[in-house]
């Protein structure tokens, strides 16, 4: 078993910036491919950053490119996301995930593609 744990989470203003971290530990592998969900109140979860094993491919979707950045330290087991220009729709519970290789998708952005998830932080953005 996998298990992960983010910190990081807080109240920030609009514009502001916050660095949620993900530890990994148990049975970890850095063949995983890691990635950061949210969810806001009465939505699904959506996929907002993923990273490969390496580290050397990441993948986001239109809404928070350009403003977060995923990074992994395999050395350390860990997963950063760093998120800048926070808006108030950017408030959601933000999970960590990691995926078990399979097939040719490098970053998968698929929540069913990841198998292992932490138990999320809470992310405000006031406006």
């Known amino acids: 078993q996998v298990q992960l744990v983010e910190s990081g989470g807080g109240l920030v203003q609009t514009g502001g910036s916050l660095r949620l971290s993900c530890a990994a530990s148990?049975?970890?592998?850095?063949?995983?491919?890691m990635g950061w969900f949210r969810q806001a109140p009465g939505k699904e979860r959506e996929f907002v950053a993923g990273?490969?094993?390496?580290?050397?491919?990441?993948y986001y979707p239109d809404s928070v490119k350009g403003r977060f950045t995923i990074s992994r330290d395999n050395a350390k087991k860990m997963v950063y996301l760093q998120m800048n220009s926070l808006k108030p729709e950017d408030t959601a519970v933000y999970y960590c995930a990691a995926a078990v290789p399979r097939g040719r998708t490098v970053v998968p952005s698929s929540e069913s593609a990841y198998d292992y998830w932490g138990q999320g932080t809470q992310v405000t953005v006031s406006s």
């Open positions: 990273i490969s094993w390496s580290g050397g491919t990441t």
């Open positions: 148990g049975r970890t592998s850095s063949s995983y491919a």
